[in-house]
């Protein structure tokens, strides 16, 4: 099993900045994609930033610019600094994990952390 522990949430206003925090503890081999994603209300989860084992980055464009995702591979956490947040920033944040339990597995399974709340007022 593995558990994915996320920190960081909070309430801000317009324009101020948020760091959040997700650490993987757990059976855990390698770790290949962690990424961020949110929830607005009434809105799907979407994308904000994925970092690549070998530190390569993808953003959405809505955040490109003002977000920066990065990872310790030693510790198996990951991080994301949110400048410059906006009230549409506002949602449940939650970090996924593709990660291998043993050198034996064929595939990589997903998990999913319990959500941290960010809230941005105008």
């Known amino acids: 099993q593995v558990q994915l522990v996320e920190s960081g949430g909070g309430l801000v206003q317009a324009g101020e900045s948020l760091r959040l925090s997700c650490a993987a503890s757990g059976s855990i081999f390698s770790i290949n994609t962690m990424g961020w994603y949110r929830q607005a209300p009434g809105k799907q989860r979407e994308l904000v930033a994925h970092i690549t ?8 464009d809505s955040v490109k610019g003002r977000f920066t995702i990065s ?12 400048n410059s947040l906006k009230p ?4 449940v944040y939650y970090c996924k994990l593709l990660l291998k339990h043993t050198n034996d ?3 990589l399974r997903a998990y999913w952390g319990q959500g941290t709340q960010v809230t941005v007022s105008s």
Do not use: C, I, P, V
């Open 105 to 107: 597995d064929t595939y």
């Open 88 to 91: 549409e920033d506002t949602g």
């Open 53 to 60: 084992s070998g530190g390569s980055t993808n953003y959405a």
């Open 71 to 82: 990872r310790d591979n030693a510790k198996n956490t990951m991080s994301l600094q949110m």
